[in-house]
């Protein structure tokens, strides 16, 4: 295994194994059976083995080039707390690049076939992450291969079409992935919240009171009647003024603050969740849009394609993917010119140049600073905003921008 790179920069060895999460109870398990039956122990009950392996491991630097923190074992664990999100996304965002471009020069059709169902597996999965990286997978093995001018194998095409475009013509019907659960249970428990209120403030007979599934959308043996998004919004509206008609006049007075209060977090705790549900869709479906373009070139319908590539460049959290669907964007108006559909090109740069323009505290206006000829428009802003008045209107210009509303959303 001396070939594997490490995240360190280091080799993996065969000794490194049980350093990478699974297996390490499993170590130990075997360890402790072999105490009593290995001929090697020495005179104070522990074998010598074990004493050097311990030694290997137990985190004591044996030279100068041991003097750092090992950060392996996190990387390949997915240690989000220690490693960091975008530091996980660029390595897994690399490994997924470097393995489409492996496969293109790969010849085996019959490995090739076993590898590319693997892949198609992924992208049914009921976590988002491997659906995301199994299209890169197979978008770098389609733009390696159009580069290199291979054909793409027609099985190849069959089989990952289908796939594609029911997820970007019907984007509605993705799943609530598995990562999703923390957030819809957490949601969920803000409801219950605000029945407790009802029932111990309000007054309201536990019998009124609607009953919420105990599974929440994404779960495993979850079924279609599971708590979701639009269970919440329910309770936030129906459930709420339902309820709160049917309570005596004298609990409604008292319990009113309260109620109001459970009911804001409810809704606060819904734009959250949806928040992260379309995070993790965004990525997804723009993975695809460029895999749909590189597998099958330009379809008929060309909107689900420019939707998916353009909500990824407004909402994408991640840099590292947003950059990513930057270059897929490039491609695409490249080959709409191609085609001779130079006006939906134009009009994907027209949007790109709106999407520029729209803080004007980083990109300025044009009419109101036109008959400013003669001067930097920034410095005259930072030589003129003394006055209170300029100030704190430059300040309401800002906090009302639409980028400053995003990010405080």
Not at 43 to 59: A, L, V
């Amino acid at each position: 295994m001396d070939y594997i790179l490490r995240p360190s920069g280091h080799t993996l060895t065969s000794q490194d194994i049980s350093v990478t999460g699974a297996n390490v109870e499993q170590e130990k398990v075997k360890s402790r059976k072999r105490k009593s039956i290995d001929p090697t122990h020495n005179g104070n009950g522990k074998s010598k083995s074990n004493e050097t392996n311990h030694n290997s491991n137990n985190g004591i630097p044996e030279s100068e080039y041991d003097m750092k923190v090992n950060i392996d074992a996190p990387v390949i664990n997915g240690d989000v707390t220690l490693v960091g999100y975008e530091v996980l996304v660029k390595t897994r965002l690399t490994s997924a690049t470097a393995m489409g471009k492996t496969l293109a020069i790969y010849s085996d059709k019959a490995n090739l076939t076993r590898v590319f169902a693997k892949l198609l597996s992924f992208m049914k999965d009921a976590h988002a992450t491997p659906r995301l990286f199994a299209s890169i997978v197979l978008d770098e093995y389609l733009h390696e291969m159009a580069k290199n001018s291979k054909p793409v194998d027609e099985e190849i095409v069959e089989l990952f079409k289908p796939v594609l475009n029911d997820a970007l013509t019907s984007p509605d019907k993705l799943p609530s992935f598995r990562e999703f659960v923390p957030t819809l249970k957490g949601l969920r428990t803000q409801c219950l919240q605000l029945f407790q209120v009802f029932r111990e403030q309000g007054k309201v007979s536990g019998s009124k009171i609607p009953t919420l599934a105990v599974l929440v959308e994404g779960e495993r043996e979850a079924g279609p009647d599971a708590f979701g998004i639009a269970t919440a919004e329910k309770v936030a509206k129906d459930y709420y003024d339902k309820l709160l008609k049917g309570m005596p006049p004298i609990y409604k007075m008292t319990a009113l603050q309260a109620l109001q209060d459970a009911r804001h977090r409810i809704n606060m705790a819904i734009i959250e969740a949806k928040s992260a549900n379309s995070a993790r869709s965004v990525g997804i479906l723009s993975s695809f849009a460029s895999a749909s373009v590189n597998l099958t070139g330009l379809p008929k319908k060309l909107n689900p394609i420019i939707r998916a590539l353009m909500d990824s460049i407004k909402n994408e959290e991640s840099p590292a993917l947003q950059q990513r669907t930057a270059s897929g964007i490039t491609d695409l108006i490249v080959e709409l010119n191609k085609k001779g559909k130079n006006g939906a090109s134009v009009k994907v740069i027209k949007n790109l140049c709106a999407f520029l323009c729209v803080d004007t505290s980083e990109v300025p206006e044009f009419v109101p600073n036109k008959n400013f000829n003669d001067i930097v428009l920034s410095l005259r802003k930072e030589d003129v905003a003394t006055d209170p008045a300029e100030l704190a209107a430059a300040e309401r210009e800002l906090t009302c921008s639409p980028r400053f509303l995003r990010l405080r959303a």
